[in-house]
Each structure stands twice: as structure tokens, then as C-alpha cells.
């Protein structure tokens, strides 16, 4: 998607309000805990919808067997949310809001991370064994990808609320 094909900002965001759900002035890294059930039979993680996971949940897909130094991701959403969890091994990820770039490892099946809209992603250093379970709020959409970095970065500043101009 390329900055100059979006009709104006605000039509790309949920609610349509500028700014709204981009992460300005939200920490960028934020982790949701899943409280394990269990006995001495094992252990059970629910995870539902507006419940552990703070959106409705319409779509779950799951990267496994990546192959040694091999990356993932490279990309944002204009509108998709995700939580990210590590339900077995380990790796890397690097988000990015066009201002912060931290990174994170994910290694544990009760705890995830979530992914806002307007987050640049990647993900690195997969375990052998690593499982990333991903949950979506949305059904896959071409048209709400990012791929290019540059692009990414163009419609962050557009969509900036500091760049807004007129009605406050």
C-alpha cells in the first residue's frame, strides 16, 4: 500500500477519529496474561474473545518449523489488531510506531502480545521448536497490509494528530 493511494486518514481508522488507536502516547509493548487452569493432569489456557483477549477474535493462523535465520513479518496493518503468543519455543519481535522501534521476546504460552493497527512488525530468532500462535480481529484483507516500510512511515505522519489541522 502506498501513502499516496489513501484517500485521507481518518477513513482508514477505526471509528474514524484521528489518532484514535495508533499508540500516541500508549506504551508500545503491551502483554496480555492468560491465566492458566490446571491440575496435576496439566495445564489449559481459555483463550475468548472480549474476554482474555480484548477484541472479538475472527481469525487464528499459527507459524511453525521457520526455518533457522529466517525472518518474518516486515510489515503493518491499517486496521487489524493481533495478540501474538509463543505457546511453545521462542523468538524475537521487533514493533515499530514510526517513532519507537523496541523489541520483545516471547517465550511463554500465558502470556501474549498485543499488536495494535499502525504497528510496524517483525518477527526473528525462532526456536526450533517455536509455535507463534497469532489472533486476529479481522479475516485476512490484502488491502489492510503495509509492506513497505517507507509507506508505513509516510501515512504514520499523515495520520499523526499532531499533523492535523483546523476545528481544536
Not at 19 to 28: C, F, K, Q, S, T
Not at 92 to 109: A, H, K, N, T, Y
Not at 134 to 163: C, G, K, T, W
Amino acid at each position: 500500500m502506498n501513502a499516496s493511494q489513501i484517500a485521507g486518514p481518518a477513513a482508514l481508522l477505526p471509528h474514524g477519529l484521528a489518532g484514535e488507536g495508533l499508540g500516541y502516547g500508549r506504551e508500545l509493548i503491551e502483554w496480555v496474561r492468560f491465566p492458566a487452569l490446571g491440575d496435576e493432569r496439566g495445564s489449559l489456557v481459555a483463550l475468548e474473545g472480549m474476554k482474555s483477549v480484548p477484541f472479538p477474535i475472527k481469525r487464528v493462523y499459527y507459524l511453525f518449523a521457520t526455518k533457522e535465520g529466517v525472518a518474518r513479518g516486515f510489515h503493518a496493518h491499517i486496521n487489524l489488531r493481533q495478540v501474538a503468543i509463543c505457546v511453545t519455543g521462542s523468538c524475537r519481535m521487533v514493533l515499530d510506531d514510526g517513532c519507537r522501534r523496541e523489541e520483545v521476546l516471547l517465550r511463554s504460552p500465558v502470556q501474549g502480545v498485543l499488536l495494535r493497527e499502525m504497528v510496524w512488525r517483525e518477527m526473528h530468532d525462532f526456536s526450533p521448536d517455536c509455535v507463534l500462535l497469532v489472533l486476529a480481529s479481522e479475516h485476512y484483507d490484502e488491502s489492510d497490509y503495509i509492506r513497505n516500510y517507507q509507506d508505513f512511515l509516510a501515512l504514520r505522519e499523515q495520520m499523526n494528530p499532531m499533523n492535523q489541522t483546523g476545528g481544536m
